[in-house]
């Protein structure tokens, strides 16, 4: 039988696996990226550990655009060129954008891998997007003919909903100039909240997005207002996102951040700034609105790709 590597790598970590026919996921392993001077010596590391014998091509989801042979990844050092990568590996290689495995990976999912916020379900037929914070914020759109629309939305500027909102801004203009969201909305995101609010309050504090989950643990008000910024920002982007794309069949959140901020997830105060687009209200709410549960989405969007465009 054929076996194919996959991989998902972002900004943190990469996470490898072998897949078959069959679509099951087999041998999955995570490695830090800072660990290696680039993506083929984690290739070559992750082959040694699995020892899988030759593998009959590889699938590469990359936290970066995709447009040419030269890929250079957004938020770590990797950088290579596609050509020379298919050359050192000597098999098909297919290179994605990590969010195009996000979207492909929804036709792949078993019953129970998605999470309804509210009562709307998708009814089929319609376009979806996918959208979830990590070391970045990603985004794609899948149309019903299976074609993945991938973007940078992430790096779309941040439109403030609230007084609140704009206090916080102004800070985070100062440090940053432009605002995207990405600057909120992803594990930076969260930092960049806490300190600004904590601007807000007349002090100078930074934590890292660990800590501020710690302290919201144990109730801290002002890691707890981050964390609510955070979900309150991360719902009407989503929601613009919907509209900019008129994804009727729904919005699917995933990400890193999304798993490890869920004790704090309030899904009617989410899908309340979600719903919240004045002319286009309605439509929101009538939105399907999905958490993705699946453990290894983006490796399965990698087999997705396979399927439906073998690596050359």
Not at 17 to 28: N, Q
Not at 126 to 142: Q, Y
């Amino acid at each position: 039988m054929e076996i194919y590597l996959v991989a998902d790598i972002g900004g943190t970590n990469a996470r490898f696996a072998l897949v078959g026919a069959d679509g099951i996921l087999k041998s999955i392993t995570t490695l830090a990226c800072a660990a290696y001077p680039n993506v083929d010596d984690a290739i070559n590391e992750y082959l040694e550990q699995v020892s899988p014998g030759q593998v009959s091509g590889v699938c590469l989801a990359i936290a970066s655009p995709i447009a040419g042979d030269d890929i250079d990844l957004v938020n770590n050092h990797w950088h290579f060129r596609q050509s020379k990568l298919r050359e050192r590996l000597g098999v098909p290689l297919r290179v994605i954008n990590d969010f195009t495995a996000q979207a492909l990976c929804l036709d792949y999912l078993p019953d129970d891998a998605i999470r309804w916020v509210g009562d709307p379900r998708p009814s089929g037929q319609k376009t979806r997007v996918v959208m979830g914070p990590g070391t970045g914020l990603g985004v794609a759109a899948l149309l019903p003919d299976g074609q993945v629309i991938p973007s940078e939305g992430g790096h779309a500027g941040f439109s403030p909903t609230s007084d609140h909102q704009v206090a916080l801004l102004q800070f985070l203009w100062e440090r940053f100039g432009r605002v995207s969201i990405e600057r909120l909305v992803s594990g930076q995101g969260l930092e960049n909240l806490f300190w600004a609010n904590a601007k807000l309050s007349g002090r100078e504090k930074r934590l890292n997005a660990r800590d501020i989950a710690a302290l919201a643990q144990a109730n801290d008000e002002l890691a707890r207002q981050a964390i609510d910024d955070f979900f309150d920002i991360f719902a009407s982007a989503a929601a613009d996102f919907v509209l900019t794309f008129w994804a009727a069949d729904g919005m699917y959140l995933t990400g890193g951040v999304t798993e490890k901020l869920a004790a704090f997830f309030d899904p009617d105060r989410f899908r309340d700034h979600f719903t919240a687009k004045g002319r286009f209200q309605d439509f929101c709410a009538a939105t399907p609105l999905g958490i993705l549960q699946a453990d290894y989405p983006g490796l399965l969007g990698c087999y997705g790709a396979l399927r439906t465009h073998p690596a050359q």
